[in-house]
């Protein structure tokens, strides 16, 4: 009885440490990607199709006059000026960066303490794995 119980202990402590192998490494590679996304949060989360881009003032101008209606009636289409659109691309662009910088900052917090409590975790039963096997 007492032998099948020290089996079932030893893995159980095994399959804690391995689960928390894994989830350190996965939590160490989000984390790091958090961090590059912070170095360059206008280009984090980048995707091809997002429209308007804010790469550039003259890119986000472009985007919007496309993304205009087209119609035959040249008359009836009003671009905004450039005064209004510098002051659409800043503020689209420091709400961005504003959004990811936060992403990534929630994103790396969450990173450490996971890495904390699987560091913990690992550690415990690793110990407690080496007395089981002295006993």
Avoid at 73 to 96: C, G, H
Avoid at 121 to 135: D, G, V
């Amino acid at each position: 009885m007492e032998k099948s119980q020290r089996i079932a202990a030893q893995i159980y402590g095994y399959t804690v440490c391995v689960v928390a192998v894994i989830t350190f490494l996965t939590f160490a590679v989000t984390t790091v990607n958090a961090l590059l996304d912070k170095s360059d949060p206008i280009h984090a989360g980048w995707s091809n199709n997002q429209s308007p881009s804010l790469a550039s003032f003259d890119n986000y101008k472009m985007d919007i006059i496309r993304s205009m209606p087209q119609n035959k009636d040249v008359n009836t289409i009003t671009i905004p000026d450039d005064n209004s659109l510098r002051s659409m691309y800043n503020a689209a662009r420091e709400d961005k960066i504003q959004t990811e910088l936060h992403r990534a900052n929630q994103s790396i917090i969450i990173g450490i303490l996971m890495i904390l409590i699987t560091v913990v975790l690992f550690i415990t039963h690793w110990k407690w794995m080496k007395r089981m096997a002295t006993a």
